[in-house]
C-alpha cells in the first residue's frame, strides 16, 4: 500500500471489554513499531518487530498488553480488560530495514476512549 | 538516563520570520536524532535525522537542524516560516547499543505561525 494503514480510527470500548487494534506496514517493511501517545504527549514506545519476531516488549505497561505479527506484516495490537487509563492514541509505524536508527513511517493511528 | 527534551509547549512566529524549535538530550553515547512533524489527527511524518557528519541537517519542506554536541541540542529551524507549517513537532533520539527498537520522544512543541 501507499502509507501505513489503521484501523479503527476510532475505538470506544467500556471499561473492563478488550479490544484489538489492527496495523497494515507498507509492504516489505522489516521493521514494526506500536506507539501509545497520551494527550498533549509524545508517543511513547510499546513494542518492535523485527518480521515477526518481536524483539522488545519493555515498553509494554502490563501484561494485559499483548501484540503479534505472526506473518511478518499486518500487526496486531490487543489490550484486554481495558481500563480509563488506556485510552490514548495508539500509533503503529514500520521501517525498510532493521532497529530504529531509520525514518519511520507512521499511520494515522488508533484513537482508543475507555468509558 | 536517556531521555530528549523540549523545554518549550509552544512558540508563535509570524509569517515570514525565522522559527526555532529547541531540543535537547541527554549525554549518553552517540545518538541518532531526529526531527518528526504532527498534523492534527494525523500519524507523525519524518522531517530529518543526524547520524553522524555535518552537524547542519537539511531536512523536507526547507526545514533544517543544527547539532551541537557540546550543548547536547538538537534545535529545528527554517528561515522562514509559512502559515501551513503550523503543528506539533517531536524531536526523537535513538541511543545506539540502547534497547532496540526504543525510539525516545519528547513531548512535542507547538508551532504557530500567524499570517
Known amino acids: 500500500g501507499a502509507g501505513v494503514s489503521q484501523s479503527p480510527r476510532y475505538k470506544v470500548a467500556k471499561r473492563g471489554q478488550d479490544v484489538a487494534l489492527r496495523c497494515d506496514p507498507i509492504?516489505?517493511?522489516?521493521?514494526l513499531f506500536w506507539y501509545q501517545q497520551a494527550l498533549g504527549q509524545g508517543p511513547e514506545f510499546l513494542t518492535y518487530?523485527?518480521?515477526?519476531?518481536?524483539?522488545?516488549k519493555s515498553g509494554l505497561p502490563s501484561d494485559r498488553f499483548f501484540a503479534e505479527r505472526p506473518e511478518g506484516s499486518v500487526s496486531t495490537l490487543k489490550i484486554q480488560r481495558t481500563q480509563q487509563e488506556d485510552s490514548a492514541v495508539y500509533l503503529c509505524?514500520?521501517?525498510?530495514?532493521?532497529?530504529?536508527?531509520?525514518?519511520?513511517?507512521f499511520g494515522n493511528g488508533t484513537r482508543l476512549t475507555v468509558t | 538516563a536517556q531521555s530528549v527534551a523540549q523545554p518549550e509547549d509552544q512558540v508563535n512566529v509570524a509569517e515570514g520570520n525565522p522559527l526555532t524549535v529547541k531540543c535537547t538530550y541527554s549525554?549518553?553515547?552517540?545518538?541518532?536524532l531526529f526531527w518528526y512533524v504532527q498534523y492534527p489527527n494525523r500519524g507523525l511524518q519524518f522531517l530529518l535525522k543526524?547520524?553522524?557528519?555535518?552537524?547542519l541537517v537539511k531536512g523536507s519542506y526547507g526545514f533544517e537542524a543544527e547539532f551541537n554536541k557540546s550543548q547536547t541540542s538538537f534545535h529545528l529551524k527554517k528561515p522562514s516560516a509559512l502559515v501551513s507549517d503550523s503543528a506539533l513537532y517531536f524531536c526523537?533520539?535513538?541511543?545506539?547499543?540502547?534497547?532496540?527498537?526504543?525510539?525516545?520522544f519528547g513531548k512535542g512543541t507547538k508551532l504557530s505561525v500567524k499570517p
Open positions: 509505524a514500520s521501517s525498510l530495514v532493521e532497529g530504529g536508527n531509520s525514518p519511520l513511517h
Open positions: 549525554v549518553s553515547g552517540n545518538p541518532y
Open positions: 543526524y547520524i553522524t557528519g555535518d552537524n
Open positions: 526523537a533520539g535513538y541511543y545506539y547499543g540502547g534497547s532496540q527498537g526504543n525510539l525516545i
Open positions: 518487530f523485527q518480521n515477526e519476531a518481536q524483539l522488545d
Open positions: 509492504s516489505g517493511h522489516v521493521s
